[in-house]
């Protein structure tokens, strides 16, 4: 248990770091690295205070023990140093495991300030622990800052809700267990310590055996690492952490395991995830793949437990029927549905959890559905503890369901017969759309758009009142003039408008793609490619209709068009909609305009930042040839119909485009456009690192750095200068390799270029919490339109 003077001290060492040091997941790695330091110190301490030798600092790193960096004769300057070549020299200290090695390759202080660096140690200094495990639950709380980064739509599990699941799930001491997508390695943790609880007599043989059974993948090294830390910290000697891609990586697919508990990502990159071809169902969402991937990896008697998006329960699109038609037939026993602010303040996804298990799913007709309204903690940002907890009373219902194999139907649990839910059309795992009522109505009336609107068909100008100088009306033809739903400045006017649609009107793209939807600011002419839908009834809200229509672009179709898909005017009047009172469509109204000014203030601060770096006269300019090796030499194109499909990325001119099966490539290495139009455009980055097992064709070239810092600080610069003396080639831009040898490159000493690194990383950081704060949003706004839908009864 975390003792307060701990937590203190971690929280002191935070607020220590935060000046030079901002970013949170930065935060955890130096606290990390300064606990590992002193923790071998003390252990070689220990080891001399009983006629031992010590073990970790010996031989040419006895000058980095801990009681040297405080020796008081030292000058703030000469600590930094020495502090700073302990922690990058570690890495090949032979006498430290091979897992303390690992944790200090590549670290490095990122600040020169003696001062920060003195309070910060002093502070480490004060941490007392008499074993690891009680070094482990320290750990444990300083992971929980890592929710505030959210990468790749992460983010870390409460604990209570990880206890939860494992309770459910009741891992046995002689099963193997498996997280892929194991971030900090919480729900390894909880079911070890779980098995322990409930085998308190285990010989230290048993022990031992017993945490040779856990796995966890990941596909961020440094959530490998936190992990690999985590695990040894609460006793795992030889913690089995892999950097793996479950999703595009099949080298571990025939491993089988009894029990697997997961967290999975909900974010899937733009253009979707490029599996490899052994899933059975053909996906390009993470949570899907992820929750395919878990269900067909359980041994025969396997159960699991896992957090999904509220797009599993129920998504229209066929990957995710697919994926519930399989659950329900072979796996899924119970699905939990927590409440929207679980995550808070990451997150306001509403995620559910399914539980899975081939025997009982077997013998049991029912999936239990059990809704936890409150979870022992409020929704708000600061999630403060509160009474009244579900947990309690779920877990006794799905336990209860267990043993007699039928759920106690009441007020949070139902089961539905996996035939009812089979014959529905979409296969929903909602649970309240099967909740029967003595009285089925709906809540609000259902309208048609044509009884509330009026609908205008768009219909071009004559083509001789066309004009590019703004003259007469601005003249918008369809989707193609969308950006993220929002119309673009006009290319062209017409002085003669043959269809007009009005502020506040909203136009609807009719045209491959049938549905988008957007508000018009101002008077603009509409041609084929749009039609205008005007409230004509004081019934509706243009705003509320407006963001209605927004939540159905995916499932808006219609039913003409040969060459491409279209809808006409009577299809869009006969589109139904959901109509509450005025006064509750003003209320949402006000809640969605406020989250889409949040999601548009967010995305104009990531339009507009670009890293910069102050130049020093006094730094010397070397040519980028001369400080860096050039590998073009190495690279291979292949022809589009000549690649073999794998899981490594394929790398052009402007990032990855497609993905392979082989490399010839392995390490880090900075890529820069060799040639095309975006060398002169700028409209994304020319100079981008790459790490690992990578094919390059010979559109980009292939840079490598003696030293990580300058890799990345090349790459900042290049991005943020004008090269257009080095392209030649009007047509096709190009930009030769003797070209690019010839670049200067301002270049400060090693640390300071560290340091900026780590500033522009911190900037980084506030770009991506941007982005996060925009995602979030966005799924408020997807949160608040289903509760619109969901006060609609479909029984």
Same mark, same amino acid.
């Given at each position: ?38 923790? !071998? ?24 023990? *801990? ?22 020299? !570690? ?31 002093? $502070? ?140 999975? &990502? ?31 990896? +359980? ?144 809540? *609000?009336? !259902? ?39 929002? +119309? ?13 649609? $009005? ?37 509706? $809200? ?45 209320? !949402? ?10 999601? $548009? ?15 020093? &006269? ?129 270049? &400060? ?47």
């Amino acid at each position: 248990m975390l003792d307060a003077e701990t937590k203190a001290r971690i929280d002191s060492a935070r607020d220590i770091l935060v000046g030079k040091v901002p970013d949170p997941k930065s935060q955890v790695e130096q606290i990390t690295i300064a606990l590992i330091y002193k923790f !071998m110190d003390d252990m070689d301490r220990q080891s001399e205070e009983l006629d031992g030798k010590a073990t970790f600092f010996t031989g040419e790193f006895k000058k980095y023990r *801990w009681a040297n960096l405080l020796d008081k004769r030292l000058g703030g300057h000469e600590r930094l140093l020495l502090y700073a070549e302990g922690i990058e020299k !570690m890495n090949v200290n032979k006498n430290i495991p091979q897992l303390f090695r690992d944790i200090f390759k590549g670290v490095f202080l990122p600040y020169r300030d003696p001062e920060t660096l003195n309070l910060f140690l002093k $502070e480490i200094d004060g941490f007392t622990y008499d074993h690891s495990e009680r070094l482990g639950d320290a750990y444990e709380y300083l992971l929980n800052i890592l929710g505030t980064q959210g990468d790749a739509g992460q983010f870390r599990t409460p604990r209570h809700i990880i206890d939860f699941i494992v309770a459910i799930v009741g891992p046995q001491k002689h099963e193997t267990v498996l997280n892929p997508a194991c971030g900090t390695a919480g729900f390894l943790i909880s079911a070890y310590k779980h098995i322990l609880k409930q085998n308190e007599s285990l010989t230290p043989d048993e022990r031992a055996r017993l945490m040779t059974n856990f796995r966890g993948y990941d596909i961020a090294p440094d959530m490998v690492r936190l992990s690999r830390v985590n695990m040894y910290l609460h006793g795992f000697p030889n913690p089995v952490i892999h950097e793996y891609d479950a999703l595009t990586s099949d080298e571990r697919w025939d491993e089988r395991y009894d029990v697997m508990m997961a967290n999975p &990502p909900f974010m899937t990159p733009k253009g979707g995830i490029r599996p490899h071809n052994r899933f059975s169902i053909k996906a390009k969402r993470s949570e899907v793949l992820f929750v395919d991937y878990i269900a067909e990896h +359980l041994n025969p008697g396997g159960r699991a437990g896992i957090i999904v998006p509220e797009g599993i329960i129920f998504q229209s699109q066929n990957a995710y029927k697919a994926l519930r038609n399989m659950l329900i037939e072979n796996y899924i026993w119970a699905v939990v549905s927590l409440p929207a602010g679980v995550f808070n303040p990451y997150s306001g996804v509403k995620t559910s959890i399914l539980f899975l298990d081939r025997n009982l799913a077997r013998r049991t007709d029912d999936v239990v559905f059990v809704k936890v309204e409150n979870d022992g903690f409020d929704l708000g940002a600061q999630r403060r503890p509160i009474k009244g907890s579900d947990l309690t009373a779920a877990l006794k219902i799905l336990d209860d369901h267990k043993k007699a194999q039928k759920a106690q139907e009441g007020k949070m649990a139902l089961a539905v017969s996996r035939k009812r839910l089979l014959k529905s059309g979409d296969v929903n795992l909602s649970g309240d759309r099967y909740r029967e009522t003595a009285a089925v109505q709906s809540k *609000w009336p !259902m309208v048609k758009l044509g009884e509330v609107c009026e609908v205008i068909s768009g219909q071009s100008p004559d083509g001789a009142t066309y004009n590019d100088r703004g003259e007469g009306m601005p003249f918008h033809q369809g989707k193609t003039e969308f950006t993220d739903c929002v +119309l673009e400045p006009a290319k062209s006017w017409t002085t003669a408008p043959a269809r007009i649609a $009005e502020p506040h009107d909203i136009v609807m793209s009719v045209r491959a793609p049938v549905g988008p939807v957007n508000l018009v600011t101002q008077r603009i002419c509409i041609g084929r490619g749009l039609a205008a839908i005007r409230p004509i009834n004081s019934k509706i $809200e243009e705003l509320f209709l407006f963001f209605v229509l927004r939540g159905m672009e995916d499932s808006i179709t219609g039913s003409h068009g040969a060459a491409f898909a279209s809808i006409n005017r009577k299809e869009i009047e006969a589109i139904e909609i959901p109509l509450p009172p005025l006064e509750i469509q003003r209320q !949402m109204v006000a809640e969605l305009d406020g989250y889409r000014k949040v999601i $548009e203030g967010a995305r104009q601060v990531i339009a507009n930042y670009k890293p910069t770096i102050k130049i020093d &006269p006094e730094w010397p300019i070397k040519e980028l040839g001369l400080i860096c090796e050039n590998l073009d030499g190495k690279r291979i194109p292949i022809e589009k119909g000549q690649r073999k499909p794998g899981s490594h990325p394929y790398y052009g001119a402007s990032g990855i485009v497609d993905y392979v099966d082989g490399f010839i490539f392995d390490g880090d290495y900075l890529l820069l456009s060799e040639d095309g139009a975006n060398l002169l455009a700028r409209s994304t980055p020319i100079a981008f690192s790459v790490t690992g097992k990578v094919w390059v064709n010979n559109h980009a070239h292939v840079l490598q750095f003696k030293d990580d810092a300058t890799r990345r600080f090349v790459e900042d610069y290049i991005n943020g200068i004008v090269i257009e003396d080095y392209v030649t080639g009007a047509a096709q831009p190009k930009l030769s390799q003797a070209n690019m040898n010839l670049i200067p490159i301002p270049l &400060p000493p090693l640390a300071i270029q560290r340091q900026i690194v780590a500033e522009i990383e911190a900037e980084r950081a506030l770009l991506e919490a941007n982005r996060k704060l925009a995602e979030l949003f966005e799924k408020r706004v997807q949160s608040k339109l289903a509760e619109i839908w969901g006060g609609h009864d479909e029984n």
